[in-house]
Protein backbone atom coordinates (compact mmCIF):
# COMPACT_ATOMS: atom_id res chain seq x y z
CA UNK A 1 0.00 0.00 0.00
CA UNK A 2 1.68 3.19 -1.44
CA UNK A 3 1.56 6.58 0.85
CA UNK A 4 -0.37 7.85 -2.08
CA UNK A 5 -2.88 5.72 -0.84
CA UNK A 6 -3.20 6.45 2.75
CA UNK A 7 -3.43 10.28 1.36
CA UNK A 8 -6.30 9.87 -0.77
CA UNK A 9 -8.21 7.55 2.04
CA UNK A 10 -7.56 9.78 4.32
CA UNK A 11 -8.48 12.78 1.88
CA UNK A 12 -11.78 10.76 1.17
CA UNK A 13 -12.84 10.32 4.64
CA UNK A 14 -11.83 14.34 5.70
CA UNK A 15 -14.04 15.28 2.61
CA UNK A 16 -17.17 13.43 3.63
CA UNK A 17 -16.61 14.77 7.00
CA UNK A 18 -16.75 17.76 5.79
CA UNK A 19 -20.02 17.38 3.40
CA UNK A 20 -21.93 15.87 6.35
CA UNK A 21 -21.30 18.92 8.03
CA UNK A 22 -22.26 21.07 5.37
CA UNK A 23 -25.53 19.63 5.29
CA UNK A 24 -26.07 19.73 8.85
CA UNK A 25 -26.30 23.57 9.09
CA UNK A 26 -28.24 23.34 12.31
CA UNK A 27 -25.08 21.27 13.50
CA UNK A 28 -22.93 23.87 12.58
CA UNK A 29 -25.13 27.03 14.03
CA UNK A 30 -25.61 25.09 17.42
CA UNK A 31 -21.78 24.27 17.77
CA UNK A 32 -21.34 28.29 17.65
CA UNK A 33 -24.66 29.30 19.41
CA UNK A 34 -23.98 26.80 22.40
CA UNK A 35 -20.80 28.97 23.47
CA UNK A 36 -22.03 32.30 22.21
CA UNK A 37 -24.36 31.84 25.36
CA UNK A 38 -22.11 31.01 27.55
CA UNK A 39 -19.95 33.87 26.28
CA UNK A 40 -22.82 36.68 26.60
CA UNK A 41 -25.22 35.45 28.81
CA UNK A 42 -23.09 33.61 31.23
CA UNK A 43 -20.05 35.57 31.48
CA UNK A 44 -22.04 39.04 31.62
CA UNK A 45 -24.36 37.28 34.42
CA UNK A 46 -21.36 36.45 36.26
CA UNK A 47 -18.88 39.37 35.21
CA UNK A 48 -18.99 41.19 39.08
CA UNK A 49 -19.40 37.98 41.18
CA UNK A 50 -16.06 35.75 39.80
CA UNK A 51 -13.49 38.17 40.26
CA UNK A 52 -10.20 37.07 38.26
CA UNK A 53 -7.06 38.06 39.77
CA UNK A 54 -4.06 38.50 37.76
CA UNK A 55 -3.14 35.24 36.94
CA UNK A 56 -0.41 34.13 33.93
CA UNK A 57 -0.78 34.18 31.14
CA UNK A 58 -3.08 37.48 31.58
CA UNK A 59 -0.61 40.52 32.66
CA UNK A 60 -3.58 42.49 33.83
CA UNK A 61 -7.07 42.30 35.15
CA UNK A 62 -9.14 41.09 32.15
CA UNK A 63 -12.88 40.87 31.89
CA UNK A 64 -14.31 37.41 32.98
CA UNK A 65 -15.52 36.79 29.39
CA UNK A 66 -11.78 37.01 28.21
CA UNK A 67 -11.09 34.67 31.09
CA UNK A 68 -13.80 31.63 29.92
CA UNK A 69 -13.29 31.87 26.40
CA UNK A 70 -10.88 29.55 25.66
CA UNK A 71 -12.67 27.14 27.80
CA UNK A 72 -15.54 27.97 25.14
CA UNK A 73 -12.72 26.74 22.64
CA UNK A 74 -12.41 23.67 24.09
CA UNK A 75 -15.99 22.98 24.65
CA UNK A 76 -17.00 23.35 21.03
CA UNK A 77 -13.92 20.95 20.25
CA UNK A 78 -15.44 18.78 23.18
CA UNK A 79 -19.28 18.84 21.02
CA UNK A 80 -17.30 18.07 18.00
CA UNK A 81 -15.62 15.34 19.48
CA UNK A 82 -18.77 13.42 20.83
CA UNK A 83 -20.96 14.08 17.95
CA UNK A 84 -18.48 12.82 15.98
CA UNK A 85 -18.81 10.01 18.38
CA UNK A 86 -22.31 9.71 17.69
CA UNK A 87 -21.74 9.80 14.38
CA UNK A 88 -19.62 6.69 14.71
CA UNK A 89 -22.43 5.12 16.92
CA UNK A 90 -25.25 5.79 14.04
CA UNK A 91 -22.74 4.77 11.11
CA UNK A 92 -22.16 1.26 13.09
CA UNK A 93 -26.22 1.34 13.62
CA UNK A 94 -26.53 2.12 10.10
CA UNK A 95 -23.94 0.13 8.60
CA UNK A 96 -21.84 3.03 6.69
CA UNK A 97 -19.13 2.11 9.91
CA UNK A 98 -18.53 -1.41 7.17
CA UNK A 99 -17.89 0.24 4.23
CA UNK A 100 -14.78 1.96 6.45
CA UNK A 101 -13.67 -1.62 7.48
CA UNK A 102 -13.48 -3.29 4.95
CA UNK A 103 -11.64 -0.73 2.87
CA UNK A 104 -7.92 -1.93 2.14
CA UNK A 105 -6.00 0.12 4.96
CA UNK A 106 -5.13 -0.83 8.78
CA UNK A 107 -7.74 -0.46 11.05
CA UNK A 108 -5.61 2.10 13.35
CA UNK A 109 -5.27 4.45 10.22
CA UNK A 110 -8.84 4.54 9.54
CA UNK A 111 -9.90 5.56 12.75
CA UNK A 112 -7.43 8.08 13.56
CA UNK A 113 -8.23 9.23 9.87
CA UNK A 114 -11.55 9.92 11.15
CA UNK A 115 -10.64 11.13 13.95
CA UNK A 116 -8.28 13.88 11.95
CA UNK A 117 -11.03 14.88 10.12
CA UNK A 118 -13.28 15.23 12.64
CA UNK A 119 -10.55 17.09 14.23
CA UNK A 120 -10.34 19.65 11.47
CA UNK A 121 -13.86 20.34 11.31
CA UNK A 122 -13.85 21.32 14.85
CA UNK A 123 -10.98 23.31 14.66
CA UNK A 124 -12.35 26.00 12.14
CA UNK A 125 -15.24 26.58 14.05
CA UNK A 126 -13.18 27.23 16.90
CA UNK A 127 -12.13 29.88 14.89
CA UNK A 128 -15.48 30.64 13.47
CA UNK A 129 -15.98 31.24 17.28
CA UNK A 130 -13.09 33.50 17.88
CA UNK A 131 -13.87 35.74 14.82
CA UNK A 132 -17.34 36.57 16.31
CA UNK A 133 -15.96 36.74 19.79
CA UNK A 134 -14.40 39.74 19.10
CA UNK A 135 -17.25 41.52 19.31
CA UNK A 136 -16.95 41.15 22.64
CA UNK A 137 -13.45 42.17 22.85
CA UNK A 138 -11.97 39.00 23.11
CA UNK A 139 -8.99 39.93 21.43
CA UNK A 140 -6.04 38.36 22.18
CA UNK A 141 -2.34 39.62 20.06
CA UNK A 142 -2.60 38.64 16.39
CA UNK A 143 0.33 35.96 16.90
CA UNK A 144 -2.03 34.36 19.71
CA UNK A 145 -4.39 32.96 16.64
CA UNK A 146 -1.43 30.89 14.43
CA UNK A 147 0.07 29.94 17.93
CA UNK A 148 -3.44 28.44 19.17
CA UNK A 149 -3.86 26.48 16.17
CA UNK A 150 -1.72 23.52 17.55
CA UNK A 151 -3.29 23.87 20.89
CA UNK A 152 -6.71 23.37 19.30
CA UNK A 153 -5.40 20.07 17.15
CA UNK A 154 -3.93 18.47 19.95
CA UNK A 155 -6.89 19.59 22.30
CA UNK A 156 -9.34 18.70 19.59
CA UNK A 157 -7.06 15.45 19.30
CA UNK A 158 -7.66 14.54 22.99
CA UNK A 159 -11.13 14.92 22.83
CA UNK A 160 -12.18 13.14 19.56
CA UNK A 161 -9.84 10.01 21.06
CA UNK A 162 -12.36 10.30 23.92
CA UNK A 163 -14.92 10.20 21.54
CA UNK A 164 -13.46 7.33 19.51
CA UNK A 165 -13.12 5.04 22.82
CA UNK A 166 -16.52 5.95 24.14
CA UNK A 167 -18.02 5.54 20.50
CA UNK A 168 -16.68 1.88 20.53
CA UNK A 169 -18.14 1.23 24.15
CA UNK A 170 -21.77 2.82 23.23
CA UNK A 171 -24.17 -0.06 22.27
CA UNK A 172 -26.86 2.05 20.97
CA UNK A 173 -27.61 5.83 19.93
CA UNK A 174 -30.24 6.40 23.01
CA UNK A 175 -26.99 5.48 25.46
CA UNK A 176 -25.48 8.76 23.92
CA UNK A 177 -27.62 10.98 26.66
CA UNK A 178 -25.44 9.03 29.41
CA UNK A 179 -22.16 10.41 27.92
CA UNK A 180 -23.54 14.00 27.68
CA UNK A 181 -24.56 12.74 31.61
CA UNK A 182 -21.55 11.63 32.44
CA UNK A 183 -18.72 12.56 30.32
CA UNK A 184 -19.28 16.18 28.79
CA UNK A 185 -20.99 18.05 31.71
CA UNK A 186 -18.44 17.08 35.05
CA UNK A 187 -15.44 17.15 32.52
CA UNK A 188 -16.56 20.67 31.80
CA UNK A 189 -17.47 21.91 35.08
CA UNK A 190 -14.51 20.34 37.18
CA UNK A 191 -11.83 22.22 34.71
CA UNK A 192 -10.97 25.39 34.46
CA UNK A 193 -12.67 26.22 32.04
CA UNK A 194 -15.44 28.35 34.39
CA UNK A 195 -13.09 29.29 37.45
CA UNK A 196 -9.79 29.86 38.07
CA UNK A 197 -8.16 26.97 39.69
CA UNK A 198 -7.16 28.21 43.20
CA UNK A 199 -10.72 30.05 43.66
CA UNK A 200 -11.57 25.87 43.57
CA UNK A 201 -8.63 25.15 45.74
CA UNK A 202 -10.17 27.67 48.60
CA UNK A 203 -13.63 26.10 48.25
CA UNK A 204 -12.36 21.75 47.99
CA UNK A 205 -8.98 20.32 48.42
CA UNK A 206 -10.27 17.02 46.56
CA UNK A 207 -12.56 19.29 44.25
CA UNK A 208 -8.98 21.05 43.32
CA UNK A 209 -7.34 17.75 42.83
CA UNK A 210 -9.82 16.29 40.56
CA UNK A 211 -10.01 19.78 38.22
CA UNK A 212 -5.89 19.47 37.96
CA UNK A 213 -6.61 15.64 36.70
CA UNK A 214 -8.94 16.56 34.51
CA UNK A 215 -7.76 16.31 30.88
CA UNK A 216 -10.04 19.01 29.64
CA UNK A 217 -8.47 21.54 32.16
CA UNK A 218 -5.15 20.95 30.10
CA UNK A 219 -6.84 21.09 26.97
CA UNK A 220 -8.50 25.07 28.20
CA UNK A 221 -4.82 25.48 29.42
CA UNK A 222 -2.71 24.41 26.45
CA UNK A 223 -4.97 26.82 24.52
CA UNK A 224 -5.48 29.89 27.34
CA UNK A 225 -1.61 30.35 27.16
CA UNK A 226 -1.26 29.56 23.28
CA UNK A 227 -3.50 32.66 22.43
CA UNK A 228 -0.98 34.52 23.76
CA UNK A 229 2.17 32.83 22.14
CA UNK A 230 2.86 30.71 25.25
CA UNK A 231 3.33 27.08 25.71
CA UNK A 232 2.13 25.15 28.93
CA UNK A 233 4.13 22.07 28.60
CA UNK A 234 2.85 20.15 31.48
CA UNK A 235 -0.94 20.64 29.53
CA UNK A 236 0.94 19.83 26.47
CA UNK A 237 2.68 15.84 27.60
CA UNK A 238 -0.63 15.42 29.38
CA UNK A 239 -2.59 15.96 26.45
CA UNK A 240 -0.20 13.25 24.29
CA UNK A 241 0.04 11.27 26.60
CA UNK A 242 -4.03 11.03 26.86
CA UNK A 243 -4.29 11.15 23.38
CA UNK A 244 -2.35 7.67 23.27
CA UNK A 245 -4.13 6.21 25.80
CA UNK A 246 -7.43 7.01 24.98
CA UNK A 247 -6.55 6.54 20.65
CA UNK A 248 -5.28 2.94 21.81
CA UNK A 249 -8.08 1.90 23.92
CA UNK A 250 -10.42 2.87 20.85
CA UNK A 251 -8.83 1.00 18.55
CA UNK A 252 -8.66 -2.01 21.05
CA UNK A 253 -12.24 -1.56 21.50
CA UNK A 254 -12.52 -1.51 17.79
CA UNK A 255 -10.44 -4.58 17.15
CA UNK A 256 -13.04 -7.68 16.50
CA UNK A 257 -10.76 -9.82 17.89
CA UNK A 258 -10.28 -8.41 21.39
CA UNK A 259 -12.21 -5.11 22.16
CA UNK A 260 -16.11 -4.43 22.77
CA UNK A 261 -17.24 -4.95 19.11
CA UNK A 262 -16.19 -8.89 19.71
CA UNK A 263 -18.18 -8.74 23.21
CA UNK A 264 -21.06 -7.14 21.63
CA UNK A 265 -21.11 -9.72 18.97
CA UNK A 266 -21.19 -12.55 21.26
CA UNK A 267 -24.22 -10.74 23.49
CA UNK B 1 -6.70 -19.42 -16.92
CA UNK B 2 -6.27 -19.50 -13.03
CA UNK B 3 -7.14 -22.68 -11.20
CA UNK B 4 -6.68 -20.87 -7.62
CA UNK B 5 -10.24 -20.50 -6.29
CA UNK B 6 -11.44 -17.02 -5.79
CA UNK B 7 -12.82 -17.63 -2.42
CA UNK B 8 -11.37 -21.08 -0.31
CA UNK B 9 -13.24 -21.82 2.87
CA UNK B 10 -12.01 -24.72 4.89
CA UNK B 11 -13.14 -26.08 7.88
CA UNK B 12 -14.25 -22.53 9.13
CA UNK B 13 -16.07 -22.46 12.72
CA UNK B 14 -17.70 -19.61 15.10
CA UNK B 15 -18.78 -18.97 18.34
CA UNK B 16 -20.64 -16.59 19.63
CA UNK B 17 -20.01 -17.05 23.34
CA UNK B 18 -21.36 -20.63 24.04
CA UNK B 19 -23.68 -20.47 20.98
CA UNK B 20 -21.92 -22.44 17.88
CA UNK B 21 -23.09 -20.23 14.78
CA UNK B 22 -20.65 -21.82 12.37
CA UNK B 23 -19.58 -25.64 12.47
CA UNK B 24 -16.94 -26.66 10.20
CA UNK B 25 -17.56 -24.75 7.17
CA UNK B 26 -16.07 -25.74 3.70
CA UNK B 27 -16.57 -24.61 0.10
CA UNK B 28 -15.01 -22.83 -2.78
CA UNK B 29 -15.93 -20.22 -5.71
CA UNK B 30 -14.19 -20.54 -8.62
CA UNK B 31 -13.44 -17.58 -11.04
CA UNK B 32 -16.02 -16.82 -13.29
CA UNK B 33 -18.75 -18.84 -10.96
CA UNK B 34 -21.82 -17.29 -9.43
CA UNK B 35 -22.75 -19.41 -6.53
CA UNK B 36 -25.95 -19.12 -4.22
CA UNK B 37 -25.25 -19.46 -0.28
CA UNK B 38 -28.39 -20.47 0.79
CA UNK B 39 -29.95 -20.77 4.20
CA UNK B 40 -32.78 -19.19 6.35
CA UNK B 41 -32.42 -16.48 8.58
CA UNK B 42 -30.20 -17.54 11.46
CA UNK B 43 -28.23 -20.30 8.90
CA UNK B 44 -24.88 -18.43 9.56
CA UNK B 45 -24.64 -16.38 6.86
CA UNK B 46 -24.42 -13.08 7.59
CA UNK B 47 -21.61 -14.52 10.23
CA UNK B 48 -19.23 -16.23 7.57
CA UNK B 49 -19.63 -12.91 5.25
CA UNK B 50 -18.45 -11.00 8.54
CA UNK B 51 -15.92 -13.33 8.95
CA UNK B 52 -14.40 -13.21 4.98
CA UNK B 53 -14.25 -9.13 5.56
CA UNK B 54 -12.65 -8.99 9.06
CA UNK B 55 -15.59 -7.07 10.70
CA UNK B 56 -15.32 -10.71 13.11
CA UNK B 57 -11.90 -12.05 14.12
CA UNK B 58 -11.58 -15.30 12.47
CA UNK B 59 -11.01 -18.38 15.00
CA UNK B 60 -11.39 -21.61 13.47
CA UNK B 61 -10.54 -22.74 9.95
CA UNK B 62 -9.31 -20.68 7.07
CA UNK B 63 -10.36 -18.74 4.59
CA UNK B 64 -8.45 -18.06 1.06
CA UNK B 65 -8.81 -15.08 -1.14
CA UNK B 66 -7.04 -16.19 -4.36
CA UNK B 67 -4.95 -18.36 -2.49
CA UNK B 68 -3.93 -15.87 0.16
CA UNK B 69 -4.96 -16.61 3.74
CA UNK B 70 -7.18 -13.65 5.29
CA UNK B 71 -5.39 -14.13 8.84
CA UNK B 72 -1.60 -13.50 7.29
CA UNK B 73 -2.53 -10.80 4.51
CA UNK B 74 -6.00 -9.31 5.09
CA UNK B 75 -5.42 -6.03 3.23
CA UNK B 76 -4.27 -7.57 0.34
CA UNK B 77 -7.60 -9.38 0.29
CA UNK B 78 -9.59 -6.71 0.77
CA UNK B 79 -7.87 -5.22 -2.64
CA UNK B 80 -9.24 -8.23 -4.51
CA UNK B 81 -12.94 -7.83 -2.79
CA UNK B 82 -16.62 -5.89 -3.43
CA UNK B 83 -18.86 -6.35 -0.67
CA UNK B 84 -22.61 -5.62 -1.19
CA UNK B 85 -23.98 -5.92 2.58
CA UNK B 86 -27.45 -7.03 3.85
CA UNK B 87 -27.71 -3.85 6.14
CA UNK B 88 -27.69 -0.29 3.67
CA UNK B 89 -24.56 1.38 3.77
CA UNK B 90 -24.70 4.20 1.70
CA UNK B 91 -24.84 8.09 3.38
CA UNK B 92 -28.15 9.34 2.74
CA UNK B 93 -27.16 12.75 3.19
CA UNK B 94 -24.56 12.68 0.38
CA UNK B 95 -25.48 12.56 -2.97
CA UNK B 96 -25.27 9.20 -5.66
CA UNK B 97 -21.62 10.67 -6.47
CA UNK B 98 -20.09 11.58 -3.51
CA UNK B 99 -20.86 8.25 -2.11
CA UNK B 100 -19.05 6.51 -4.95
CA UNK B 101 -16.06 9.33 -4.38
CA UNK B 102 -15.80 8.52 -0.70
CA UNK B 103 -15.67 4.35 -1.47
CA UNK B 104 -12.87 5.03 -4.22
CA UNK B 105 -10.80 7.20 -1.68
CA UNK B 106 -10.79 4.37 0.89
CA UNK B 107 -9.74 2.20 -2.12
CA UNK B 108 -6.76 4.63 -2.90
CA UNK B 109 -8.04 5.76 -6.51
CA UNK B 110 -7.08 9.27 -8.30
CA UNK B 111 -9.49 11.56 -8.47
CA UNK B 112 -9.48 11.48 -12.53
CA UNK B 113 -9.54 7.35 -12.42
CA UNK B 114 -12.43 7.24 -9.73
CA UNK B 115 -14.59 9.53 -12.04
CA UNK B 116 -14.01 7.42 -15.09
CA UNK B 117 -15.30 3.91 -13.22
CA UNK B 118 -17.79 5.52 -11.59
CA UNK B 119 -19.14 6.74 -14.84
CA UNK B 120 -19.04 3.36 -16.00
CA UNK B 121 -20.64 1.19 -13.05
CA UNK B 122 -23.42 3.55 -12.88
CA UNK B 123 -24.22 3.69 -16.85
CA UNK B 124 -23.90 -0.13 -16.36
CA UNK B 125 -26.69 -0.04 -13.32
CA UNK B 126 -28.74 2.71 -15.59
CA UNK B 127 -28.75 5.79 -13.00
CA UNK B 128 -26.51 7.58 -14.54
CA UNK B 129 -28.71 10.35 -14.47
CA UNK B 130 -29.55 10.52 -11.13
CA UNK B 131 -25.65 10.58 -10.61
CA UNK B 132 -26.23 13.96 -8.00
CA UNK B 133 -29.69 13.02 -6.31
CA UNK B 134 -29.28 12.64 -2.86
CA UNK B 135 -28.79 9.08 -1.84
CA UNK B 136 -32.21 9.52 0.46
CA UNK B 137 -34.07 10.46 -2.63
CA UNK B 138 -33.44 7.15 -4.21
CA UNK B 139 -35.93 4.00 -3.86
CA UNK B 140 -34.83 0.94 -2.37
CA UNK B 141 -33.87 -1.03 -5.72
CA UNK B 142 -32.07 2.13 -6.88
CA UNK B 143 -30.10 2.25 -3.63
CA UNK B 144 -29.60 -1.21 -4.05
CA UNK B 145 -28.09 -0.83 -7.64
CA UNK B 146 -25.64 2.04 -6.40
CA UNK B 147 -24.24 -0.22 -3.89
CA UNK B 148 -23.51 -2.92 -6.63
CA UNK B 149 -21.97 -0.30 -9.02
CA UNK B 150 -19.75 0.92 -5.65
CA UNK B 151 -18.87 -2.89 -5.01
CA UNK B 152 -17.07 -2.92 -8.34
CA UNK B 153 -15.42 0.50 -8.41
CA UNK B 154 -11.96 -0.71 -7.37
CA UNK B 155 -12.29 -3.77 -9.80
CA UNK B 156 -12.52 -6.58 -7.44
CA UNK B 157 -12.12 -10.20 -8.45
CA UNK B 158 -14.47 -11.77 -5.95
CA UNK B 159 -18.11 -9.70 -4.72
CA UNK B 160 -19.43 -10.90 -1.57
CA UNK B 161 -23.45 -9.92 -1.61
CA UNK B 162 -25.04 -10.75 1.44
CA UNK B 163 -29.30 -10.99 1.00
CA UNK B 164 -28.81 -8.66 -1.70
CA UNK B 165 -32.47 -8.12 -2.71
CA UNK B 166 -34.37 -8.20 0.32
CA UNK B 167 -36.73 -5.63 0.74
CA UNK B 168 -36.62 -4.95 -3.54
CA UNK B 169 -39.77 -5.40 -6.13
CA UNK B 170 -39.86 -8.26 -8.56
CA UNK B 171 -38.04 -6.10 -11.46
CA UNK B 172 -35.58 -4.84 -9.09
CA UNK B 173 -34.86 -8.34 -7.81
CA UNK B 174 -34.38 -9.88 -11.42
CA UNK B 175 -32.40 -6.89 -12.85
CA UNK B 176 -29.54 -7.47 -9.29
CA UNK B 177 -29.40 -10.94 -10.84
CA UNK B 178 -29.05 -10.40 -14.37
CA UNK B 179 -26.54 -7.93 -13.50
CA UNK B 180 -24.33 -10.12 -11.28
CA UNK B 181 -24.78 -13.00 -13.26
CA UNK B 182 -23.44 -11.62 -16.57
CA UNK B 183 -20.43 -9.86 -14.56
CA UNK B 184 -19.26 -13.27 -13.75
CA UNK B 185 -20.09 -14.60 -16.93
CA UNK B 186 -18.37 -11.74 -19.07
CA UNK B 187 -15.90 -11.05 -16.64
CA UNK B 188 -14.98 -13.97 -15.02
CA UNK B 189 -15.99 -12.22 -11.55
CA UNK B 190 -16.41 -14.96 -8.63
CA UNK B 191 -20.03 -13.87 -6.59
CA UNK B 192 -20.89 -15.45 -3.83
CA UNK B 193 -24.67 -14.54 -3.24
CA UNK B 194 -25.91 -15.16 -0.11
CA UNK B 195 -29.68 -15.20 0.18
CA UNK B 196 -32.73 -17.04 1.76
CA UNK B 197 -34.84 -16.64 -1.28
CA UNK B 198 -35.29 -20.31 -3.02
CA UNK B 199 -35.74 -19.20 -6.02
CA UNK B 200 -32.91 -16.79 -6.78
CA UNK B 201 -31.06 -19.86 -7.47
CA UNK B 202 -31.71 -20.50 -10.39
CA UNK B 203 -31.38 -23.44 -13.11
CA UNK B 204 -27.67 -23.74 -13.48
CA UNK B 205 -26.49 -21.93 -10.71
CA UNK B 206 -24.24 -23.50 -8.09
CA UNK B 207 -25.69 -23.44 -4.50
CA UNK B 208 -23.80 -24.01 -1.14
CA UNK B 209 -26.82 -24.99 1.44
CA UNK B 210 -26.00 -24.09 4.98
CA UNK B 211 -28.19 -24.85 7.53
CA UNK B 212 -27.75 -24.23 11.20
CA UNK B 213 -23.78 -22.99 10.55
CA UNK B 214 -23.67 -26.51 8.69
CA UNK B 215 -23.23 -27.29 4.82
CA UNK B 216 -25.57 -29.33 3.87
CA UNK B 217 -25.30 -29.86 0.44
CA UNK B 218 -22.75 -28.04 -2.11
CA UNK B 219 -22.81 -28.76 -6.32
CA UNK B 220 -25.18 -27.65 -8.94
CA UNK B 221 -28.12 -26.95 -7.83
CA UNK B 222 -30.20 -29.37 -10.95
CA UNK B 223 -27.36 -32.25 -9.65
CA UNK B 224 -28.67 -31.45 -5.95
CA UNK B 225 -32.26 -31.75 -7.03
CA UNK B 226 -31.64 -34.89 -8.60
CA UNK B 227 -30.27 -36.55 -5.43
CA UNK B 228 -32.90 -35.65 -3.39
CA UNK B 229 -35.35 -37.04 -5.98
CA UNK B 230 -37.38 -33.73 -5.40
CA UNK B 231 -39.13 -32.01 -8.18
CA UNK B 232 -37.67 -28.36 -7.71
CA UNK B 233 -34.91 -26.77 -6.08
CA UNK B 234 -37.61 -25.74 -2.57
CA UNK B 235 -38.48 -29.47 -2.25
CA UNK B 236 -34.78 -30.30 -2.59
CA UNK B 237 -33.72 -27.67 -0.18
CA UNK B 238 -36.84 -28.87 2.32
CA UNK B 239 -36.33 -32.52 2.33
CA UNK B 240 -32.00 -31.85 2.82
CA UNK B 241 -33.65 -29.54 6.12
CA UNK B 242 -35.88 -31.87 7.25
CA UNK B 243 -33.04 -34.98 6.72
CA UNK B 244 -30.93 -33.38 8.87
CA UNK B 245 -33.83 -32.15 12.06
CA UNK B 246 -34.39 -35.70 11.78
CA UNK B 247 -30.91 -36.93 12.13
Known sequence: ?267 | MSTVPALSIQGLGHRFGPRRVLKDVSFSVAPGDFTVLLGLNGAGKTTLFSLATRLYAQAEGTIRVFGIDIRQRMLECLRQMGVVFQQPTLDLDLSVEQNLFYHCALHGLARRDAAARIAAEIDRVGLADQRREKARRLSGGQRRRIEIARALLHQPRLLLLDEPTVGLDIASRQFMLDHVRRLCREERLAALWATHLIDEVGEGARVVVLHKGEVLADGAAAQLIGQMRAPSMRAAFESLVQEREAA
Not at chain 1, 151 to 172: D, E, H, N, P
Not at chain 1, 188 to 204: G, I, M
Open chain 1, 1 to 267: MSPIHYLRCFGGITNREWLRFLNQRGRFFSALVRPLVWLVIFATGFHFVLGVSIIPPYETYIPYAVYIAPGLLAMILMFNGMLSSLSMVYDREMGSMRVLMVSPLPRWFLLSAKLLAGVIVSVLQAYAFLAIARIWEIEPPWYGYIAVLPALVLSGLMLGALGLLLSSAIRQLENFATVMNFVIFPMFFASSALYPLWHVKEASLLLYDICEANPFTHATELIRFALYGQLESTSAVVLIATTAIFLTLAVYGYDPAKGLMARRAAE
